[in-house]
């Protein structure tokens, strides 16, 4: 006899064990109904079913049916075809996104989570627990930012490789961003003076130890007169001058809100660029001043506190001589300078000793004497003059005759054996004793 196998629910074998009571009389009705949450009614209709059809008349009735709203196979085949040629690599909520705005399919997410797992498309990525301190958001916004720059290949080969400078609000998660073709201090500049730009000065900016930020040199003199414990960078010390605080981050969990948007980032990003074909810089720009806003209304959060502690920036001309690299060079005396390799005649009289040049993020350079600015012109320095070259010294003396008449040979020596001897006769004499 061939056994069936019957599929129950854990409620369904309560029920059947309770209805098996009442046909055996163990149990009443009323009580069944209590026990089971149902009315009389419908306990009579469970043994009814029980004797007709046996234990699976207690089944539900939809069990092994395909669903009315069960979607069509050949959607089912056109979301897998579309994952694997065009959204390789998305994962299901960003994929989801994708369908229902570039080709119109709205599907829920957990389908195609099932589908994608199912097909091997996708898998989950188990991420250990964090094993630093928990920080709170900041109740206001511009109270802390966190700033740094991602080293990745966001152009996937398709052109250079870029950073991404991105700026992030610690209590609402709004985000600001710029790729630049390397991490430095201009680029640092640049991207804080667009921040700033747009929503204002923050209180405080939280960065890594990078010496774009924290510079690695010694401590000098007129640091320890001012009373710093480390030199500043560029960087640091146009915060100072703007009033915004710079603190340095020990640890990449310290500032650990900007390092997971970077890992978004990377995900999302890249494959916005992918969708888009960008493979320059200014193409990638322009897709960030779109991409943003999107991002922000969707992933920011709304703060503690309704209080905006960005404060309003300086006028233009004080912030372009503020966000510029200065450096300090002695005057020569023929009036020159050297600066990033190149020599620098500066014309005009000049009363101080050591002279300012400041290099600004248009690219123009100035050198100040004071809060004067000087004109000056590029010259080539003078080539060093070539000592002329020296003669090897021979090994062998050289053999020197003189002439008949030179008054060495005249020269009378001591007389031997009752005999004058002429030096130039250059005889050997042995002496005995």
Not at 53 to 72: I, T, Y
Not at 213 to 241: N, T
Request: proline residues 5%; charged residues 35%; glycine residues 8%.
């Amino acid at each position: 006899m061939r056994e069936e196998l019957l599929r129950m629910s854990t409620r369904e074998v309560k029920r059947l064990y309770v209805v098996q009571q009442v046909m055996e009389r163990k149990l009443r009705q009323k009580r069944a109904a209590e026990i089971l949450g149902g009315s009389e009614r419908q306990v009579r209709r469970w043994v009814a079913r029980v004797k007709e059809e046996g234990p699976k008349g207690l089944a539900h009735r939809l069990r092994g049916r395909v669903s009315n709203r069960r979607l069509s196979l050949a959607l089912k085949e056109r979301v897998l075809k579309l994952c694997r040629d065009r959204y390789e690599g998305f994962g299901p909520t960003l994929a989801q996104e994708k369908l229902a705005e570039r080709d119109g399919i709205k599907i829920g997410r957990e389908t195609i989570r099932r589908w994608l797992a199912a097909c091997g498309l996708w898998q989950r990525q188990r991420r250990a627990a964090p094993l630093h301190r928990w920080r709170e958001r900041k109740a206001c916004a511009g109270e802390l930012v966190q700033m740094d720059g991602s080293h990745h290949d966001w152009l996937e080969g398709r052109g250079p490789k870029l950073v991404l400078m991105a700026y992030i609000d610690d209590a609402t998660s709004r985000v600001y961003a710029r790729f630049y073709d390397y991490e430095g201090t201009l680029p640092a500049m640049d991207g804080f003076k667009r921040y700033i730009g747009r929503y204002g000065l923050p209180q405080k900016v939280y960065a890594d130890r990078h010496t774009t930020y924290q510079s690695p040199g010694k401590l000098r003199i007129e640091d320890e007169l001012v009373g710093r414990d480390r030199p500043q960078s560029q960087f640091e010390r146009a915060l100072c001058e703007l009033g915004v605080e710079l603190i340095p981050a020990y640890s990449p969990q310290a500032k650990g809100r900007v390092e997971r948007l970077f890992r978004t980032f990377q995900d999302r990003l890249v494959k916005e660029l992918r969708l888009a074909n960008i493979g320059t810089l200014p193409e990638a720009n322009g897709l960030l001043d779109g991409y943003l806003p999107r991002y922000n209304r969707r992933f920011s959060c709304r703060a503690q506190s309704e209080l905006d502690l960005h404060r309003p920036i300086p006028m233009a001309e004080s912030l372009k001589r503020i966000l510029a690299v200065r450096t300090t060079h002695v005057l020569r005396l023929d009036q020159t300078i050297r600066h990033a390799g190149k020599l620098y005649l500066v014309r005009g009289a000049v009363t101080a000793k050591k002279l300012e040049v400041e290099d600004r993020l248009n690219g123009r350079r100035y050198i100040l004497d004071g809060e004067k600015a000087l004109r000056y012109r590029e010259v080539k320095p003078q080539p060093k003059a070539q000592p002329a070259p020296k003669r090897a010294p021979s090994k062998h003396r050289a053999l020197v005759i003189p002439a008949s008449g030179h008054p060495w040979r005249n020269l009378i020596l001591p007389t031997f054996n009752n005999r004058t001897i002429l030096k130039s006769e250059k005889q050997d004499i042995s002496i005995g004793r």
